[in-house]
C-alpha cells in the first residue's frame, strides 16, 4: 500500500452502517474498510497501512483503550455535547420530549463521550428509531468527508455535563405511567429498531410485541407480534 495514500477505517455493528459506508463513503479517495465487529475491526488493524482515522458509526463494544491511544478514533454520538452524554441518547432525548438534536462528531477518550469536537450537525427525531439511525448514518458520512477534507481539529467541549443512562432490557415493559396517546407513540417508536428488545407487555402468558406505530389523532395503529411465555392449561 502507498503509504501516501490515508486509509480510513468505519466500525459499525448495524445492516445499515454497511449500506451507508457501501452507498456514501467506499468510492471515496484513500484506502476504505469497514469492520462490522470487534473481530473484524481488530483483524484490519493488524494488516496493512495504520488508518488515519477510525470512524464509529454506531458501536455497542467498549473500544479498548490502547487503540484510543494509537489512532484517532471518532464516534458520532447524539447528543448536543456536553448535555448527554453516556447511554442510549436516542431514548433519553425522546423521552425527554426532544424532537431534534444534534450529532456531535468527537475524539474518542477514555471518559465516555468527554472527548473534544469536531463537528456538529442538525438532526430530526422524527420516526422511527431505525429511521433516526440510518438518517444519524447519512449525516456521519457527510460529517467524515468535512472532517477529511477540511483537516478539522477537535475542540474541547464547553458547559456543565448532563449524563444519561443506557437502558436495561426490562425498561422496554411499556410503563403504566404514560399519561396520555403521543407519549404511547414516542415509546414505541422509540424503542423500534435493532439493539433494544421492541415496547412490549405481558398478559396471560403471552407477550405483546409493537413495533411500526402510527399516530392517529384519537387512536395508535400499530404492528403487533404475539409470542407464548408460559404453557397455557387445558
Known amino acids: 500500500m502507498n503509504p501516501a495514500v490515508s486509509r480510513y477505517i468505519v466500525a459499525g455493528s448495524r445492516p445499515w452502517n454497511r ?3 457501501d452507498e456514501e463513503l467506499a468510492s471515496e479517495s484513500g484506502v476504505w474498510d469497514f469492520a462490522a465487529d470487534a473481530a473484524a475491526l481488530e483483524l484490519l488493524l493488524a494488516s496493512g497501512q495504520a488508518p488515519r482515522f477510525i470512524f464509529f458509526v454506531h458501536w455497542s463494544q467498549r473500544v479498548p483503550d490502547k487503540w484510543l491511544e494509537q489512532y484517532e478514533c471518532v464516534c458520532f454520538h447524539m447528543t448536543d455535547v456536553p448535555y448527554g452524554r453516556g447511554g442510549s441518547p436516542l431514548q433519553n432525548l425522546i423521552q425527554r420530549g426532544h424532537r431534534e438534536t444534534k450529532l456531535t462528531a468527537l475524539r474518542m477518550v477514555r471518559e465516555m463521550d468527554a472527548g473534544p469536537m469536531y463537528a456538529k450537525e442538525p438532526l430530526s427525531l422524527e420516526g422511527r428509531a431505525e429511521e433516526i439511525y440510518i438518517r444519524a448514518g447519512l449525516v456521519s458520512a457527510r460529517m467524515i468527508r468535512k472532517i477529511i477534507a477540511n483537516e478539522i481539529a477537535p475542540e474541547p467541549q464547553r458547559g456543565d455535563a448532563v449524563l444519561f443512562r443506557r437502558r436495561r432490557p426490562e425498561q422496554s415493559v411499556v410503563p403504566d405511567t404514560l399519561s396520555d396517546l403521543p407519549h ?27 413495533t411500526h406505530s402510527t399516530l392517529l389523532g384519537g387512536s395508535i395503529e400499530a404492528r ?9 392449561p387445558l
Open 184 to 210: 404511547l407513540h414516542d415509546f414505541v417508536r422509540m424503542l423500534d429498531a435493532e439493539g433494544y428488545p421492541h415496547a412490549f407487555i405481558e398478559h396471560g402468558g403471552f407477550r405483546f410485541e409493537f
Open 224 to 232: 403487533v407480534v404475539i409470542t407464548q411465555t408460559s404453557s397455557q
Open 19 to 21: 449500506c451507508m459506508f
